[in-house]
């Protein structure tokens, strides 16, 4: 786990009782559907409720190549530490950002690094820290499109995300 602290501090993430390895769903808040992969596409796209070409995924943040698993005794997640977000289902894998877009592939290794922070009053932001020390998040524009990246905006709702306890 890297930590980087140009952002702010690294306390839990607030409003959010998620831990490292517990599995989740990703809810956009602008689109209030739940973050997706195409059935014939490994690309992170804002799903489409009920329509089946359009698979729900199942996640967790993890710092090892550790599947994902409720019953594991774990920390809370940090904010502005880097890890590594798994895919538990419908595919395995982890999220790895190519260009402009995230896709899903098997190695742990060339997955990206991701971190989860959250400003008063605005909402969970998910968002990956370039080489040359810029930030991007990532941002969520039209159902059944790719999720994107783009630079940090105040309160702007695309790039929200909420986290929702798988059970």
């Not at 950002?97 to 290794?109: G, S």
Request: glycine letters at 6%.
């Amino acid at each position: 786990m890297k930590t980087n602290t140009a952002f702010g501090g690294n306390a839990c993430v607030p409003e959010t009782t998620i831990r490292e390895y517990h599995p989740f769903l990703l809810k956009s808040s602008n689109l209030d559907t739940y973050v997706s992969k195409m059935r014939i596409d490994n690309i992170l796209v804002g799903g489409i409720q009920g329509n089946k070409n359009f698979q729900e995924l199942e996640l967790c943040i993890v710092s090892s190549e550790y599947g994902c698993n409720a019953e594991i005794k774990s920390n809370c997640i940090y904010q502005n530490v880097e890890y590594k977000f798994r895919v538990n289902s419908p595919v395995q894998g982890y999220l790895r950002i190519v260009d402009n877009q995230i896709d899903i592939i098997e190695d742990f290794e060339i997955a990206s690094n991701l971190n989860l922070y959250k400003e008063a009053g605005w909402g969970l932001r998910i968002s990956h820290v370039r080489k040359d020390g810029s930030r991007v998040v990532f941002s969520a524009t039209e159902q059944g499109e790719p999720i994107e990246l783009e630079e940090p905006a105040s309160n702007v709702e695309r790039q929200w995300f909420q986290i929702i306890e798988w059970n």
